[in-house]
């Protein structure tokens, strides 16, 4: 390292005196409007600090001069939103289900609000589109586990599938397994009589007869006599090739070993009435309720 500066015979600059491996370091100053900007930006922060909200204290943290919230800011907004919206979403509160559908203003007041609250709510769950995912229902379709008129998907939304609620929809597919009912190589035969409901192919050994029977003693308390399901205790049609879970042979094994036991949640506590009624109907609206 060279002890003193010199001028640098290429740029005509003097050096600092530093040297690494025959390298000089030139004394180059940054431009003097670079460093006036950047003592501006620390006098900036230093006022961003005094005049809104930025230190954290043990409790809670300085409000500053402006006393400024972005919460409280955004809580003003919403306010301000609700209030012109209130007399609109009275008149929606105060109107039935069926009046809704008859009427075109309060139906597509009803659907924005209801695409919204889906949104936020029920798009995690079942897609942004309401396409559902496994083990999550289709809301497209016209395949309904618990009803797809406008007042059974309101009661599925209030209340919710096995959410712990007084008035949720209890029904659950039972483990025959995993709970000895059915040992394993019937559960594959009827696993797959279950496939043959819905046209899918079958193990080439399947017995059909002996499947039939497994499933007239076990199943159609629940699925009816043909498969066809049953709305009140949420029992899936098996012979529309609409499958929560799946339909090859391995995932229904599955099911019917362990059982399928899925959870809605009740948002009547989450969401107020009218909210809930404008979900109901923008999820009616989706293309497969009846």
Known sequence: MSEHNEIDHVSGRSTTGHEWDGIKELNTPLP???VLTFYATIVWAIGYWVVYPAWPLVSGYTSGLFHYSTRASVATDLADLEKLRGEKMAVLGNASLADIEKDP???ALARARGKTVFADNC???HGSGGAGAKGY?????D?????GSLDQIMQTIQFGARSGHAKTHEGQMLAF??????????IVTVANYVRSLSGLSTAPKFDAAAGKKLFTENCTSCHG??????AELGAPNLTDQVWLYGSDEETLIETITNGRAGVMPAWIGRLDPVTVKALAVYVHSLGGGK
């Open 32 to 34: 003097r409007w670079w």
């Open 137 to 141: 229902p289709n809301l497209n379709d």
């Open 123 to 125: 798009a995690p769950c």
């Open 225 to 230: 006599d043909n498969g066809k399901g049953n």
């Open 143 to 147: 395949d309904w586990l618990w009803g």
């Open 105 to 107: 203003a309060l139906l």
């Open 177 to 186: 397994g995993r709970d000895g009912v059915l040992k394993k190589d019937e």
